[in-house]
């Protein structure tokens, strides 16, 4: 593809992750200079009276009520999958076989079974594809990476990552599509701990074992449905059983030696969406946390006697990557953000022909880390991981 050539695109879905992935191709031209422009050329949902109100609410060009007729039109160019779940591999392997460039949200499947026949079909057909885990594209953690690989803090330790929800506290909160795990898969487990994994493989490397146990607090909710963002109405009078994790804990040691601890939970209350990170080495320690997500803390052991300690850089100077193409330093910016960042990651990929990441190689190798993990708690074991 061309400079300034249109990459037109069909999203399937359009609620939580619809709105963010829809204003993310909306504001992407405004900031980077990408060699490709998006156009929100169709979006597809069900229900036909909600997904004409989200093509207008959002800016797209028309909608389909089946997403095989979105694969099956010649005017697409990228598919992008902000559906449940259980539907990413059923349409990400029919867009393949269409030869449509893929964007999914995570985790990648179900199991690693389904995951692998993704990998499989994107390889086959020789389309680009990503996952998204868009966390690795905040400039704070594109820079906690610089100065890993700039061997600034040496060799590492510890990685201790907790990732802290608390939206499904109540025990009112209806029984909704992450909690059944035949379209989920798993909880806490794969919603939030899958992008404190991928976080972790992408500062310092891969997993070489873990061992896990997990909980379900609460067994039995009303029956209902999401309704936007992590909202959802439920039913009283209809009570349905929860068969995911609400929390899961595990440890894991690094291919490079170093131990890892890690907490997803939805069950941590005041904590509404704290994804952090802390990492020890040799000469230092670097940590992040989502809710400050333009700060970047960093402690040094070879700074002066007397002025050790954790030291707080804001990571909106040119020098940060993606933060130069908004504000003056210290003008931040936020959450969906993150998402521009990773679609322009996404269309240069498909511009310059490489393939981008996180992508399905790195949704596999998530799922095997998540799957050995359950495994892990079943069996009260260590995993290995393949
Ligand atoms: N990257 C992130 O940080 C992040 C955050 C939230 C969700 N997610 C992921 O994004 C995906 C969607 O989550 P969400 O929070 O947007 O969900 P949501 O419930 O808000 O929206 C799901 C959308 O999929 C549609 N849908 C449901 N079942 C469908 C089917 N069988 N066929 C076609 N459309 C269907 C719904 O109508 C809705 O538009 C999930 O895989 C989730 O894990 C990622």
Redesign the pocket.
């Known amino acids: 593809m061309g400079v300034n050539q249109k990459v037109r695109i069909g999203m ?7 709105k ?1 992935h829809s204003h993310a191709y909306r504001d992407l031209s405004f900031y980077f200079e990408n060699p490709l422009k998006p156009e929100l050329t169709v979006i ?4 036909e009276e ?2 004409k109100e ?1 093509q207008e609410k959002m800016g797209w060009k028309s909608y389909e009520t089946d ?1 095989k007729k979105v694969i099956e039109r010649d005017d697409i160019d990228v598919i992008d ?8 591999a059923e349409i990400a392997i029919a867009a393949a076989k269409a030869g449509k460039h893929i964007i ?4 990648l499947a179900l199991t690693v079974e389904e995951a692998k026949e993704m990998l499989q079909a994107v390889e086959e057909n020789g389309v680009k594809h990503m996952i ?4 690795r594209f905040v400039p704070a953690v594109q820079y906690a990476k610089k100065l890993i690989e700039d061997n600034k803090i040496g060799r590492v330790y510890h990685y201790r990552a907790n990732y802290l929800q608390d939206f499904i506290m109540d025990p009112n909160f209806p029984l ?3 909690l059944k795990k035949e379209v ?1 898969g798993s909880g806490a487990l ?2 939030i701990g899958a ?1 404190s994994i991928d976080l972790a493989r992408f500062l310092i490397g891969e997993f070489a074992e873990v061992t896990g146990t997990m909980e379900t607090f609460i067994k039995q909710r009303p029956v209902g ?2 309704t ?3 909202n959802a109405k439920g039913d009283a009078n209809e009570m349905g059983e929860v068969t995911v994790d609400d929390a899961a804990l595990f440890i894991a040691r690094f291919e490079n030696g170093a131990l890892g601890t890690f907490e997803a939970t939805r069950f941590a209350g005041g904590n509404r969406n704290k994804n952090k990170f802390e990492i020890n080495g040799e000469k230092g320690s670097i940590r992040w946390d989502m809710e400050n997500m333009n700060n970047l803390e960093v402690y040094f052991a070879d700074d002066e006697e007397g002025t050790q300690g954790f030291r707080l850089i804001n990571c909106t100077e040119a020098v940060h990557p993606y933060a130069g193409a908004y504000w003056p330093p210290g003008h931040i910016i936020g959450y969906e953000h993150t998402f521009i960042h990773l679609i322009d990651e996404f269309f240069r990929g498909i511009a310059e022909d490489y393939q981008p990441a996180p992508n399905f190689d790195d949704g596999v190798k998530n799922q095997i880390i998540l799957e050995a993990i359950e495994k892990s708690s079943e069996n009260k074991s260590w995993v290995s991981i393949e």
Not at 44 to 47: D, M, Q
């Open positions: 399937i879905g359009y609620q939580f992750m619809g963010a597809a949902g069900r229900n909600a997904v989200a997403w999958i902000v559906t449940p779940n259980h539907t990413h999914t949200e995570k985790p998204c885990h868009n966390y909704v599509w992450r989920s794969g919603d992008h449905e999401m936007g963002g992590l």
